[in-house]
């Protein structure tokens, strides 16, 4: 394999920046428990407090309203399930849940699995063929019984397709309800600009990982007025909902990625968005018959994230063309998930209206913070030859 | 790649072979969770885990093709009918007849790729007349080539086996030295997609009202009832265990299955000696290079089986194999492969026998 990959894969997870290694290294060797009184313990608190700042500021929230959890999937289920639960508690006439039928499978499986211990009904309203959750048909769900709606979840950006989901318009008809609004917004920090107080949503869900910080850490934004009931049951570190002692290393490094994504998230999303935009035009040159799917990217910034290339190739298997590009050092995904590696067609383009064979036929591409023109130039040299020779391969198998 | 051992060894030596490799797992069942948990075989989450480990460390690629929808219905639909109607199945020849050395084969050609390497143990040598010979392993304990005689010329000039020369101690000291932390796996014996081993709850439970009948009686030769059976896919040719005859034979000697007879849902047992053939029919014969009409050579009629000597004649009725020796529990359905010494001819599935009188 060539020595340096030509990595196009920044929605599954985008190297650390390199502010974010060193505020994370130069806490690796301390010691001190968070929660401890003495000095060594003092000292983590103020790490993790002064961290909890930065992101607050970040993201104009406030510091109250970070609570700290170990990435995307965590918060997602806190805040449904925690949400879900206290509201239920509070009113057991609230039933329902409202979601879009392009949600990641953080936000759908526990959903689902609230259906399956049973008393709630989830419902997946449709989306259009850009993957924009259809806001008239939540709107009717929610006044077919105002009353009986527990929650509204609907991610800020979708993680295949990179369409941009109208929370705001969410917002505007849940308040006069009193319904509260959680938002998976994994992919839209320091890509696309985020703003807690101005959004009106309730929960905020993101991680560190898809923004440049480490692995392992991720926060569930909340307003303090909002109930949630704890999944795990501990010390209560995290406002009694989150428990777990505190990584306060990975804490450090991830609010110095927000900073700086949030910070530089115009200029990121400018530069980038050029990149995509060639990377389309160019291999659409190539391939005739290539298509973009999700929001038109002529649609600009606001309907699209700005790394996003989800492409469509008539007659390919997706996992052929994966495989081919691998080969030769081009590292991108299908875009949907799978515990044994075994490609399923993605329910986002199934729900976007797209045939089974038309959900297997595609590539995400999806450029961050170091990408460059030569890595559009390399896909741009590999995609014919690689898409012949999947053409090749899927026909046989027909 | 598995996620075994011999897989993970043989992905090792063809890249330092100097081939340009990449490392394939065959997802097989439709629903990976109904299958056998615990790595043990293939096909569990664990096997791809470990297989996409190795992968790692030896440096390739990899990647998981989903081939359940043909490896059910050219493998396991083919295994529950064969039984239904009486006879012992080998799945594994089936699927390398099918998925190893067709479907995988004719995608990664598709792709561009030249051959597929496998962990199987055989050996291939180019013969006099530039075809491709098979031969067998060099560890015998671990031969493979029975479940490989239904490869014809063309699969096999597109085959490589880097493991045939080696015995199988060898190969997980080098997969131990290599760290390739499968080294220690055990070995998979049973048929992949039955959970536990247990073939005839396996079957009980998929076959449904595929098979005529579910219990029926267990006769002597003179067609006296002996017991009841719960169904005839219990039994293969030959079985002695699991009779459960209350009464012993009258001369005290142990009993055997001679015959199925599915229709009827008969099952009809005796002494060994009436389990001797000396004459066996093939059907559905496969090649591994040109047709022999008529052969001198032996054969082996079950996998990890003796080899037989024998004289074989292709004809339009089939392949006629002669034993000079009888054999014993030769059930139909399993693979007659022919062999020139240590050369593999090719093999015929046994659709009939004939005792010695």
């Given at each position: 394999?060539?020595?340096d990959?030509?990595?196009?894969?920044?929605?599954?997870?985008?190297?650390?920046l390199?502010?974010?290694?060193?505020?994370?290294?130069?806490?690796?060797?301390?010691?001190?428990?968070?929660?401890?009184?003495?000095?060594?313990?003092?000292?983590?608190?103020?790490?993790?407090?002064?961290?909890?700042?930065?992101?607050?500021?970040?993201?104009?929230?406030?510091?109250?309203?970070?609570?700290?959890?170990?990435?995307?999937?965590?918060?997602?289920?806190?805040?449904?399930?925690?949400?879900?639960?206290?509201?239920q508690?509070?009113?057991?006439?609230r039933?329902?849940?409202?979601?879009?039928?392009?949600?990641?499978?953080?936000?759908?499986?526990?959903?689902?699995?609230?259906?399956?211990?049973?008393?709630?009904?989830?419902?997946?309203?449709?989306?259009?063929?850009?993957?924009?959750?259809?806001?008239?048909?939540?709107?009717?769900?929610?006044?077919?019984g105002?009353?009986?709606?527990?929650?509204?979840?609907a991610?800020?950006?979708?993680?295949?397709?990179?369409?941009?989901?109208?929370?705001?318009?969410i917002?505007a008809?849940?308040?006069?309800?009193?319904?509260?609004?959680?938002?998976?917004?994994?992919?839209?920090?320091?890509?696309?600009?985020?703003?807690?107080?101005?959004?009106?949503v309730?929960a905020?869900?993101?991680?560190?990982?898809?923004?440049?910080?480490?692995?392992?850490?991720?926060?569930?934004v909340?307003?303090?007025?909002?109930?949630?009931?704890?999944?795990?049951?501990?010390?209560?570190?995290?406002?009694?909902?989150?428990?777990?002692?505190?990584?306060?290393?990975?804490?450090?490094?991830?609010?110095?990625?927000?900073?700086?994504?949030?910070?530089?998230?115009?200029?990121?999303?400018?530069?980038?968005?050029?990149?995509?935009?060639?990377?389309?035009?160019?291999?659409?040159?190539?391939?005739?018959?290539?298509?973009?799917?999700g929001?038109?990217?002529?649609?600009?910034?606001?309907?699209?994230?700005?790394?996003?290339?989800?492409?469509?190739?008539?007659?390919?298997?997706?996992?052929?063309?994966?495989?081919?590009?691998?080969?030769?050092?081009?590292?991108c995904?299908t875009?949907?998930?799978c515990s044994?590696?075994?490609?399923?067609?993605?329910?986002?383009?199934?729900?976007?209206?797209?045939?089974?064979?038309a959900?297997?036929?595609?590539?995400?591409?999806?450029?961050?913070?170091?990408?460059?023109?030569?890595?559009?130039?390399?896909?741009?040299?590999?995609?014919?030859?690689?898409?012949?020779?999947?053409?090749?391969?899927?026909?046989?198998?027909? | 790649?598995?996620?075994?051992?011999?897989?993970?060894?043989?992905?090792?030596?063809?890249?330092?072979?100097?081939?340009?490799?990449?490392?394939?797992?065959?997802?097989?069942?439709?629903?990976?969770?109904?299958?056998?948990?615990?790595?043990?075989?293939?096909?569990?989450?664990?096997?791809?885990?470990d297989?996409?480990?190795?992968?790692?460390?030896?440096?390739?690629?990899?990647?998981?093709?989903?081939?359940?929808?043909?490896?059910?219905?050219?493998?396991?639909?083919?295994?529950?009918?064969?039984?239904?109607?009486?006879r012992?199945?080998?799945?594994?020849?089936?699927?390398?007849?099918?998925?190893?050395?067709?479907?995988?084969?004719?995608?990664a050609?598709?792709?561009?790729?030249?051959?597929?390497?496998?962990?199987?143990?055989?050996?291939?040598?180019?013969?006099?007349?530039?075809?491709?010979?098979?031969?067998?392993?060099?560890?015998?304990?671990?031969d493979?080539?029975?479940?490989l005689?239904?490869?014809?010329q063309?699969?096999?000039?597109?085959?490589?086996f880097?493991?045939?020369?080696?015995?199988?101690?060898?190969?997980?000291?080098?997969?131990?030295?290599?760290?390739?932390?499968?080294?220690?796996?055990?070995?998979?014996?049973?048929?992949?997609?039955?959970?536990?081993?247990?073939n005839?709850?396996?079957?009980?439970e998929?076959?449904?009202?595929?098979?005529?009948?579910?219990?029926?009686?267990?006769?002597?030769?003179?067609?006296?009832?002996?017991?009841?059976?719960?169904?005839?896919?219990?039994?293969?040719?030959?079985?002695?265990?699991?009779?459960?005859?209350?009464?012993?034979?009258?001369?005290g000697?142990?009993?055997?299955?001679?015959?199925?007879?599915?229709v009827?849902?008969?099952v009809?047992?005796?002494?060994?000696e009436?389990?001797?053939?000396?004459?066996?029919?093939?059907?559905?014969?496969?090649?591994?290079?040109?047709?022999?009409?008529?052969?001198?050579?032996?054969?082996?009629?079950?996998?990890?089986?003796?080899e037989?000597?024998?004289?074989?004649?292709?004809?339009?009725?089939?392949?006629?194999?002669?034993l000079?020796?009888?054999?014993?529990?030769?059930?139909?359905?399993?693979?007659?492969?022919?062999?020139?010494?240590?050369?593999?001819?090719?093999?015929?599935?046994?659709?009939?026998?004939?005792?010695?009188?």
């Amino acid at each position: 394999m060539p020595e340096d990959p030509v990595y196009l894969d920044h929605a599954a997870t985008t190297p650390m920046l390199p502010a974010a290694i060193e505020a994370m290294s130069a806490h690796l060797a301390d010691v001190g428990n968070p929660n401890s009184l003495h000095a060594s313990g003092r000292h983590a608190r103020r790490v993790v407090e002064e961290s909890r700042e930065t992101i607050a500021q970040a993201l104009n929230c406030s510091p109250g309203e970070v609570v700290f959890t170990s990435g995307g999937t965590e918060s997602d289920n806190l805040a449904l399930k925690g949400i879900y639960w206290a509201r239920q508690a509070a009113d057991p006439a609230r039933t329902r849940i409202l979601t879009t039928s392009v949600e990641h499978h953080a936000v759908l499986d526990p959903l689902l699995w609230l259906v399956e211990a049973g008393g709630v009904e989830v419902e997946f309203l449709p989306v259009d063929r850009q993957g924009r959750v259809d806001v008239e048909a939540m709107r009717d769900a929610v006044d077919r019984g105002p009353g009986s709606v527990a929650l509204i979840s609907a991610m800020w950006a979708n993680n295949e397709v990179g369409t941009l989901q109208p929370v705001q318009e969410i917002v505007a008809l849940a308040a006069p309800h009193g319904i509260p609004v959680h938002t998976d917004a994994v992919q839209a920090i320091g890509t696309v600009p985020v703003d807690f107080a101005g959004s009106g949503v309730d929960a905020l869900t993101f991680t560190g990982h898809k923004l440049g910080g480490p692995y392992g850490v991720g926060v569930l934004v909340v307003r303090r007025q909002i109930e949630v009931s704890a999944l795990a049951h501990g010390g209560g570190q995290e406002r009694d909902i989150r428990s777990g002692t505190l990584d306060a290393p990975a804490i450090a490094g991830l609010a110095a990625a927000v900073e700086l994504a949030v910070k530089h998230q115009p200029e990121h999303a400018t530069r980038v968005a050029a990149l995509r935009d060639d990377l389309v035009r160019r291999v659409v040159e190539v391939v005739p018959d290539a298509h973009v799917h999700g929001a038109p990217i002529e649609l600009g910034a606001g309907a699209r994230l700005p790394g996003n290339a989800h492409l469509g190739f008539p007659g390919c298997e997706g996992d052929s063309l994966l495989m081919l590009l691998d080969a030769r050092g081009i590292e991108c995904s299908t875009g949907s998930a799978c515990s044994a590696g075994v490609p399923q067609p993605s329910h986002v383009l199934l729900a976007m209206g797209c045939t089974d064979e038309a959900a297997r036929h595609s590539l995400r591409f999806s450029l961050g913070h170091t990408s460059t023109s030569a890595d559009v130039d390399a896909v741009v040299a590999a995609i014919g030859p690689v898409v012949e020779r999947a053409r090749a391969g899927s026909r046989r198998s027909r | 790649m598995s996620g075994g051992v011999d897989s993970a060894v043989a992905a090792a030596r063809a890249v330092e072979a100097g081939h340009d490799v990449t490392g394939i797992h065959l997802a097989l069942s439709r629903n990976p969770a109904s299958y056998r948990s615990g790595a043990r075989g293939c096909c569990t989450i664990e096997d791809a885990n470990d297989a996409r480990r190795a992968t790692d460390v030896i440096g390739i690629p990899f990647y998981v093709w989903d081939l359940s929808e043909r490896f059910h219905e050219d493998v396991v639909e083919d295994f529950m009918d064969e039984y239904a109607a009486g006879r012992t199945p080998n799945p594994c020849l089936r699927c390398n007849e099918k998925i190893k050395f067709a479907a995988v084969l004719n995608r990664a050609l598709d792709l561009g790729f030249d051959a597929v390497a496998t962990g199987h143990y055989a050996q291939l040598r180019t013969g006099p007349d530039r075809s491709i010979e098979m031969h067998r392993a060099v560890d015998h304990g671990k031969d493979q080539s029975y479940v490989l005689g239904v490869l014809d010329q063309d699969q096999l000039a597109h085959s490589i086996f880097p493991l045939g020369g080696s015995t199988k101690a060898d190969v997980r000291l080098e997969a131990a030295a290599r760290g390739l932390l499968v080294a220690d796996k055990p070995d998979s014996h049973d048929i992949c997609f039955v959970a536990d081993g247990d073939n005839t709850g396996w079957l009980r439970e998929k076959l449904g009202d595929r098979s005529p009948h579910h219990s029926g009686p267990i006769v002597d030769e003179s067609g006296e009832v002996l017991g009841e059976h719960q169904g005839s896919y219990g039994f293969t040719i030959g079985q002695r265990k699991g009779l459960r005859l209350g009464v012993p034979a009258a001369d005290g000697k142990p009993r055997f299955v001679l015959d199925i007879e599915p229709v009827s849902g008969t099952v009809t047992v005796g002494p060994r000696e009436r389990l001797a053939v000396d004459r066996i029919i093939g059907r559905s014969p496969r090649w591994c290079g040109t047709v022999p009409s008529r052969l001198e050579g032996t054969v082996q009629l079950r996998a990890h089986g003796d080899e037989h000597r024998a004289r074989v004649r292709v004809g339009s009725a089939g392949v006629e194999i002669e034993l000079l020796d009888p054999a014993y529990g030769i059930a139909p359905g399993q693979a007659a492969v022919i062999y020139d010494g240590t050369r593999v001819v090719g093999s015929a599935t046994i659709a009939g026998t004939s005792r010695a009188s």
